[in-house]
């Protein structure tokens, strides 16, 4: 077996006319030792990660260049030894460059091109290589999806031999991955999850990012973020529908309106995640104005579509404000800059100009490469942050200090601010800014975006559902939007009218169907897609059970043509046990508890997903959240509409559960109506205790 793992063709370069079932065959050789591949030049038409600073010590380094050669056979070894010692000298990580694919392009290709014995171990292959897609992922050679370090692989030979494992994969094989090191195919069965990932699950007393730096040098760790070490990352359309979605629920929160037409949303952060912030301000008619301090980002923006203005200088900038302010005429801006430049300047100002404001830097990862601070060129940050790390952090903490000043000027006059769970608040509060609630060491006086805005959508059972068509047909997306329309537009219609509905439970149901109803028939005029043809919208649990087997109903017909893996974002109902984001609205202490999210994961694994996932950290960083996502796979049988059936009703009912126990009544309501639904579905029920009572109470000292 080892023979077959480990051997390889010489190298070829196949044109883009040629079948890619040509070249995919490659995948199935393992990885190459003999001979040994040349070591690729750096790409420079992709960006690369910034410098690590694990601050390994002498034994340490040796540990993580003799855990790296656990690859090979003995023979190999002084020849590689001393290429990963450099790599690990020169980038803080050993990310084996020598192995990363050059015969092919990497990206999703149609799944029938990819050399697997089964169509469930083909999808997981697609998804891989999208999360890997350079025009989708934020550092590919480094096998970083997005957020700066959210890592699908530690290294290329890891993913060499997954890709193998799953080429010999049959149906009653589970292949295990621990933190990106593929441990393994072992016996299952059919229904058992073709693959079980988990990332970056260390004992509670070492998840410091101080431990998170050591333990991922080693090549024994590593940070999956969310969707990418879970194989489930659709490029930047999931966060635009998201932040859509927010700032339309903001909108309507605070400045009562239905969207931000003639209302300003400042922001920062163009580069993964955070690019969707000037379509998403476009799309719900607003003005926005995204700072970024890196040209490159920016410019992908603006070469996508998604930024319609630049400004260079704040001068300009603010003119572009007030014109649009003026003219009501939605827009994006994006400012080439440092956002607490144009913080502070905006405070100066005696006229009120910005309306709603956040941040979307990537702060889980404030000190390599995540924030650059006030005052410093990218190169400049870049240089600092590896030759001098204690410098540049108090660097990155002055900055958050003048950033929160300039930001609380802006709310006492009325601005409306939130942090978009991306550690913001609880970095500034870690830099001495005042941001903590009087007397709190853990509240804060912002509201995270789910504590005001998406909560209570969550405890309704709304959440983000994303589905990818592995035909890579434009056709079969579109098709699938037309699906998914009708199915929602009859849900929205049916909540309208249905009488035995609370009336105020019935315009929040019919709202949030319009919303997505909306967004649905506008995707493909959004050209949103980036990578595989995905698509996202937030619904509960009725109408993704609906969608799911409605796809599959049009796959057993031939009305698509291929198979359609169904995922969504650990972002969701279920999906996240994030204190400061995704569960900051359970009030009764549970919050830092992280039960929900490894239960569901555990109940996916056994009610018919795919593949499932498990990660610690995420968004808001190593230690801060434990999160959980699936991959499930449509394809037209019966079996595959009884497993999407079971698996959802459970992805999203235990998340409502845990939040109805934690006394929300949004989730109150979507309990009641699920279990209505629902014989089988019985659920400890809670009582409200009076609040006159415990004000009654005297406790002893």
């Known amino acids: 077996f080892l023979t077959l793992i480990f051997s390889w063709p010489r190298h070829f370069s196949p044109r883009t006319q040629m079948d890619p079932k040509s070249f995919l065959s490659v995948l199935t050789r393992g990885v190459p030792l003999d001979p040994l591949p040349q070591l690729p030049a750096r790409d420079s038409s992709v960006p690369h990660a910034p410098k690590r600073t694990p601050n390994l010590n002498t034994a340490e380094r040796k540990l993580a260049v003799q855990n790296a050669l656990r690859y090979f056979p003995e023979r190999l070894h002084a020849q590689l030894a001393q290429e990963f010692a450099d790599e690990l000298s020169e980038y803080g990580h050993i990310y084996m460059y020598r192995f990363r694919p050059t015969e092919y392009v990497m990206k999703a290709y149609p799944i029938e091109a990819y050399p697997a014995q089964c169509r469930q171990a083909a999808s997981v292959m697609l998804m891989i290589m999208n999360n890997l897609d350079h025009a989708v992922a934020q550092f590919p050679d480094e096998l970083i999806t997005y957020g700066g370090n959210g890592s699908v692989f530690s290294n290329w030979v890891q993913y060499l031999l997954v890709m193998k494992y799953l080429s010999e994969m049959r149906e009653d094989q589970t292949l295990v991955m621990h933190s990106g090191h593929p441990l393994g195919l072992f016996p299952s069965h059919k229904d058992a999850p073709r693959v079980v990932v988990t990332n970056g699950l260390t004992i509670p007393a070492y998840t410091t990012p101080i431990d998170y730096d050591r333990l991922y040098a080693l090549g024994v760790s590593q940070y999956g973020q969310m969707t990418a070490g879970s194989y489930c990352y659709i490029g930047p359309q999931g966060i635009v529908h998201g932040t859509t979605i927010t700032v339309l629920n903001g909108a309507r929160n605070f400045l009562g309106a239905d969207d931000l037409q003639g209302r300003v949303y400042m922001s920062s952060g163009l580069g993964g995640m955070s690019g969707a912030q000037p379509k998403a301000g476009l799309i719900a008619r607003g003005i926005s104005v995204t700072a970024e301090v890196d040209e490159a980002a920016l410019n992908k923006r603006v070469e996508q579509g998604w930024v319609q203005q630049v400004a260079r200088d704040i001068p300009t900038l603010e003119r572009m404000v007030r014109e649009a302010r003026h003219d009501k005429v939605a827009t994006s801006i994006a400012y080439h800059g440092n956002v607490v430049d144009l913080w502070e300047h905006f405070a100066e100002i005696d006229e009120q100009l910005i309306d709603l404001g956040s941040d979307q830097t990537s702060l889980h990862n404030p000190f390599n490469g995540g924030y650059y601070p006030v005052g410093m060129t990218v190169e400049e940050s870049n240089a600092m942050m590896a030759s001098d790390p204690a410098a540049f952090k108090e660097r990155v903490q002055a900055s958050l200090r003048r950033q929160v000043a300039a930001i609380n000027k802006l709310s006492a006059r009325g601005m409306r601010f939130w942090d978009y769970g991306n550690a913001f608040l609880l970095q500034a509060s870690k830099a001495g800014a005042p941001v903590l609630k009087e007397g709190s060491t853990t509240e804060f006086i912002y509201p995270s975006y789910v504590e005001n805005i998406m909560g209570d959508v969550f405890s309704l059972g709304f959440g983000p559902f994303r589905w990818v068509c592995c035909s890579g047909s434009p056709t079969d997306l579109a098709e699938t939007d037309r699906i998914a329309a009708r199915v929602i537009e009859r849900l929205a219609r049916e909540a309208q009218h249905d009488e035995t509905i609370p009336a105020e439970f019935r315009a ?174 019985r659920v400890t029920q809670q009582s409200r205790a009076d609040p006159a009572l415990l004000d009654s109470l005297s406790f002893g000292q």
């Open 508 to 681: 929040k149901l019919a709202q949030q169907y319009r919303d997505n109803l909306l967004w649905v028939r506008q995707a493909d005029e959004h050209k949103l897609v980036v990578g595989s043809q995905a698509r996202i919208l937030y619904s509960d649990e009725r109408g993704r059970r609906d969608l799911a087997l409605a796809f599959n109903q049009a796959i057993a017909e031939g009305r698509l043509s291929g198979p359609v893996v169904l995922s969504r974002d650990h972002h969701d109902v279920s999906g996240a046990d994030s204190p400061f984001r995704e569960t900051s609205n359970i009030r009764d202490g549970s919050r830092f508890c992280a039960d929900m999210a490894t239960q569901t994961c555990i109940g996916d694994a056994f009610r018919g997903a795919t593949w499932v996932a498990l990660h610690n950290g995420g968004g808001v960083g190593w230690g801060q959240v434990v999160n959980c996502g699936f991959g499930l796979v449509l394809d037209g049988s019966d079996d595959a509409a009884r497993r999407a059936s079971l698996m959802l009703h459970w992805d999203v009912n235990h998340g409502v559960a845990r939040r109805s126990w934690s006394q929300n009544r949004n989730a109150d309501f979507a309990l009641q109506r699920a279990m209505q639904r629902e014989p089988r579905l």
